[in-house]
């Protein structure tokens, strides 16, 4: 399949994904605004009774549903869950009111949840989204039994499945990374030459020539990386890496994480509190955590490379810690 093709199929997926996601943030903020939470309101602007179901809905369902809330960047852990927990209360309600699929106008007869045939319409919207997503997933899990680095390498990894897959096979030309150093710049996890992580920074960014709507040459500061892969890397993969277990990679984050736990520069801080006048301390553990979770990636990175670049029958380079440096895969000194 032209990678044009392949990689068109994907982001089709996350399309619909994230269309399935809007959909469902708006179910949420309707059955919220119900219980009278405004939008860009705090829950406790809610009355007793509404926190009071709130509250039972968080009871009642301890696990988050799969639908609209698992990639939803909501204000606060807390507010997340409650989002979980409504969608599961109303995909209960739907069930029960809609047992073959969504009724007749004439016919709908609400409850205390569902109380409205709009509100019913939305949430069957959803389900379709729902059905079409997993069935455009479904498809392209098909479609990678055609690219050997998902069946010999990928397909063995604890972590990946076929959504991550499709993006890094689709996202990536590995004909054009020469050295394992090539996917973190492209990926954005390289170091700028200001000694921090690669970002979109005003400092990090690049003059990049391009052709302006009159056919002109014109130039302006762009990124230098594909912020698409880097958030699925960084975001999706990473953790998934850590919920997967036992693995080759959670070893490495553990490890990593470890070491800089031990590290002077990495340790909790006392800082001047400008409102008491008193030191406070600067914890450094969420800091700690995304290092290591970028190193992690990183290390995936470089076996990709190797496994890829070598099913292709194209030259593996060492990754620069191992040819300059002299340092083995995972670490370590080699012995002099």
């Not at 960047?73 to 989002?83: G, H, I, N, T, Y």
């Not at 130039?219 to 036992?246: C, E, H, Q, Y």
């Amino acid at each position: 399949m032209p990678a044009g093709n392949f990689k068109t199929i994907v982001r089709g997926c996350y399309d619909i994904q994230q269309l399935r996601i809007q959909t469902g943030n708006r179910i949420v903020g309707n059955f919220k605004a119900k219980l009278g939470q405004a939008p860009g309101q705090s829950e406790d602007t809610l009355d007793d009774e509404s926190k009071a179901m709130l509250d039972q809905i968080r009871v009642n369902n301890k696990r988050v549903a799969t639908g609209a809330v698992d990639e939803l960047e909501q204000e606060d852990k807390k507010a997340k869950k409650v989002a979980g927990f409504v969608t599961k209360l109303l995909e209960k309600h739907y069930a029960m009111l809609a047992p073959d699929g969504l009724p007749q106008k004439k016919k709908f007869a609400g409850d205390a949840v569902i109380s409205d045939y709009t509100e019913i319409a939305l949430i069957s919207q959803y389900k379709e989204l729902e059905s079409q997503e997993a069935k455009h997933f479904r498809n392209l899990g098909k479609i990678l039994e055609d690219y050997p680095i998902y069946t010999e390498f990928m397909e063995k990894v604890k972590g990946i499945g076929p959504a991550m897959a499709g993006v890094i096979i689709s996202e990536i030309d590995i004909t054009k990374a020469r050295h394992p150093s090539s996917l973190w710049k492209y990926a954005g996890l390289d170091v700028a030459d200001d000694g921090r992580g690669r970002s979109r920074r005003k400092e990090h960014l690049q003059t990049v020539a391009y052709i302006d709507r009159d056919g002109h040459d014109a130039t302006r500061n762009g990124i230098t990386f594909n912020p698409f892969l880097k958030t699925k890397l960084t975001g999706v993969l990473a953790s998934s890496f850590l919920r997967a277990g036992d693995n080759k990679y959670r070893q490495i984050y553990d490890d990593y994480k470890h070491r800089l736990e031990s590290h002077e520069n990495w340790q909790d801080k006392k800082v001047p509190n400008e409102k008491t006048g008193k030191d406070k301390i600067a914890s450094e553990k969420a800091h700690r955590h995304n290092a290591a979770m970028r190193y992690m990636v990183k290390i995936f990175l470089i076996d990709l490379y190797t496994a890829w670049r070598a099913l292709e029958g194209l030259p593996v380079s060492a990754p620069y810690q191992d040819a300059k440096l002299g340092y083995v895969h995972g670490g370590e000194k080699q012995a002099a």
